[in-house]
């Protein structure tokens, strides 16, 4: 046979060989089916304002949950001190923390009173009146040794609300008055970033506003393989009930009996995690009790084949403030199994093209490096919007500090880039210096969770350029419910992301589209945000960051990898949500950390990119047969 036959026998080889592990390698469904529900323009509008609502009372929930603790850290620390040192306390809390407005600190022992930025707020009578009907029943409370919070209340079209704290001894209390401007802030952030209202402002930059395109609802498919289940959580339990549903009044019973939190629902079935109590004892109190269909372990699936992985730590559970309750994101993409195998480096980069990042919130200390300000040259790449702040913190805010949210990464670093303005809009000149200069200076990820509809070239050669540089970037792919394409989002170097929500299905707000790569969680996502608080933020800019994270993760285990690769084994190992293989609502399907880490490994060349090595391998000898002619 003569060599030029040789070769094209390895060629149709290597092709067949190709096509088998490509097919092998996809992970399979498990058979359920799913609605992608598409709004139409009429629809639209209104599911937007619901997750709009839904956002700010989450972020309600988060500013009092964290308040909660910073009362509870001060009673414990204050304990026994001289007034002097409250008082300095006092002050360094509400400098930290803006939104304290006023710390009433209360000595039961020798009925002293202590009272921090004592102005109260002033509105009308009835406001005024309201107001001290809620500090006085704040004040009986405490002294019947109860915790005390208000409902939120409007002094001078400002909300408000009391919280009230006393020891565990009962010797101190505190009240705190907290203004919650933050939820105006969230409000009007989701305006513009589901696009409620015209953004940017006329006049400013010009843009295009679409509308949806109307689609009638399809019949997609959804699963996910589970692994072999070898652990399950120890205090916690499964349980689904006769009755399908529980009412307010059952889950409070339960919550009190076995010491919990609101359970979360799935589907028909609760998971409840017990403060006191173990698997064992909270089977036979829900068995004896309330009679279920079903109990059940609420198992953890992990495999023990990959040498790096922990096999004596079945998952990891930060201890952060809000992480059990409020992140559901990260479980739902396997993030707690994921970290046995990577929790990041400080050498892999991960860059955020946004509104900037502010720098001393407590949640993001030691994750930052120096950044850039394309904005205004020469200044610190502070953020004065709060969009940047929220994707930081999904990437990496820090974990196990008892403190707010836990980020995806541990120790990837973040690079600040400020190359959008305080309306939360830039120029495509600021966007690709941001993205020129985050190539430059290290990043080997980019996130951007920013866009248009205008396919500008100059905007293109940036991407390409970083992307030379093998860096691995990540865009979101818009809040319009629209199937026309988003740059840089469409660009082929730029993973495209789209948003789904915590059943697994498209997020109602969520671009689609031939264009679109994978998915991520998008709706009422918990992060960091200004004036070191936190809330709660739908989009797509929230679904992209996860995947920027996944990205810093994978090249932290095997940093041969090259960008393409470091894409292609995300995209591979995703979660199958729509109709078998790519489709345009979910692209490849939802990423998965755990089994995208598994498969990264630490080889050169892992498995599951073995098809794309032959493939590389079938151009290059086709190429050398080309050029021998």
């Not at 009308?124 to 006085?136: F, P």
């Not at 996944?550 to 109709?579: F, H, Q, Y």
């Not at 498969?599 to 290059?620: E, I, M, N, T, W």
């Amino acid at each position: 046979m003569s060599r030029k036959n040789l070769t094209v026998a390895g060629l149709v080889t290597a092709a067949f060989t190709v096509v088998l592990l490509t097919f092998a390698l996809r992970p399979e469904g498990d058979g359920k089916l799913k609605q992608a529900v598409v709004p139409n323009p009429s629809q639209e509008k209104t599911v937007k304002k619901t997750s709009l609502v839904q956002d700010v009372k989450a972020t309600d929930q988060l500013n009092r949950t964290d308040v909660g603790k910073h009362l509870r850290t001060m009673l414990a620390d204050t304990h026994g001190a001289a007034p002097r040192d409250i008082s300095a306390y006092a002050k360094r809390l509400q400098q930290g923390h803006g939104h304290i407005t006023m710390l009433i600190w209360i000595d039961f022992v020798t009925q002293q009173t202590h009272t921090f930025k004592s102005s109260l707020p002033e509105g009308s009578d009835q406001e005024n009146k309201q107001l001290l009907k809620y500090l006085n029943t704040a004040k009986s409370a405490i002294r019947g040794h109860q915790s005390y919070e208000s409902p939120s209340f409007i002094i001078g079209q400002k909300k408000h609300y009391f919280m009230a704290q006393r020891d565990q001894d009962g010797k101190i209390g505190v009240i705190a008055l907290i203004n919650q401007k933050i939820l105006d802030r969230v409000a009007d952030h989701q305006l513009k970033n589901l696009r409620l209202i015209p953004y940017p402002k006329e006049g400013k930059y010009r843009v295009e506003s679409v509308h949806a395109d109307t689609l009638k609802d399809i019949t997609v498919k959804t699963g996910h393989d589970n692994e072999n289940a070898s652990h399950f959580y120890e205090n916690e339990i499964v349980v689904r009930f006769k009755s399908g549903h529980l009412t307010a009044g059952q889950i409070q019973t339960i919550t009190a009996d076995i010491r919990c939190k609101e359970p979360r629902k799935l589907g028909y079935a609760y998971i409840f995690r017990s403060e006191k109590m173990n698997y064992a004892e909270l089977k036979t109190y829900f068995t004896s009790k309330w009679q279920p269909e079903y109990t059940e372990p609420h198992y953890m699936y992990l495999t023990n084949e990959t040498a790096v992985e922990n096999t004596g730590a079945s998952v990891i559970t930060p201890n952060d403030l809000l992480f059990s309750t409020y992140q559901w994101n990260l479980p739902a993409i396997e993030t707690e199994q994921g970290w046995n195998l990577s929790k990041g480096s400080k050498e892999v980069v991960v860059a955020v093209v946004d509104t900037g990042v502010q720098a001393s919130h407590p949640d993001l200390q030691g994750q930052l490096l120096a950044g850039y300000n394309a904005i205004a040259k020469g200044s610190t790449p502070d953020d004065d919007v709060g969009h940047g702040t929220h994707v930081a913190g999904i990437i990496g805010a820090v974990i196990n500090n008892e403190e707010g949210v836990a980020g995806i990464s541990w120790y990837n670093k973040i690079l600040p880039v400020k190359a959008l303005d305080n309306s939360g809009a830039g120029t495509t000149y600021s966007v690709a210096e941001g993205i020129i200069w985050a190539a430059d200076n290290g990043a080997k990820v980019i996130n951007l969770s920013l866009g248009n509809y205008a396919d500008s070239q100059f905007l293109h050669d940036a991407i390409k350029y970083a992307y030379d540089r093998d860096v691995v970037i990540v865009s979101a792919a818009g809040n319009d419910n629209t199937e026309r394409p988003g740059f840089p989002a469409a660009y082929e170097e730029v993973l495209a992301v789209a948003a789904t929500n915590a059943n697994g299905e498209k997020a109602s707000f969520s671009n689609y589209g031939d264009y679109i790569d994978v998915t991520a969680p998008g709706e009422s996502i918990a992060s960091t945000y200004p004036d070191n608080q936190y809330a709660a933020l739908s989009g797509t800019s929230m679904a992209s960051p996860h995947v920027a994270a996944l990205a810093g993760l994978v090249r932290s285990l095997n940093p041969a990898l090259t960008n393409k690769e470091v894409m292609e084994l995300m995209i591979s190992n995703a979660v199958d949500l729509g109709d078998t293989g790519h489709d345009k609502y979910y692209g490849w399907g939802q990423v998965d950390i755990y089994r995208t880490l598994r498969a990264a490994g630490g080889s050169v060349v892992p498995l599951q990119l073995f098809p794309q090595h032959v493939d590389r391998q079938l151009k290059s000898m086709q190429h050398n047969l080309e050029n021998s002619n």
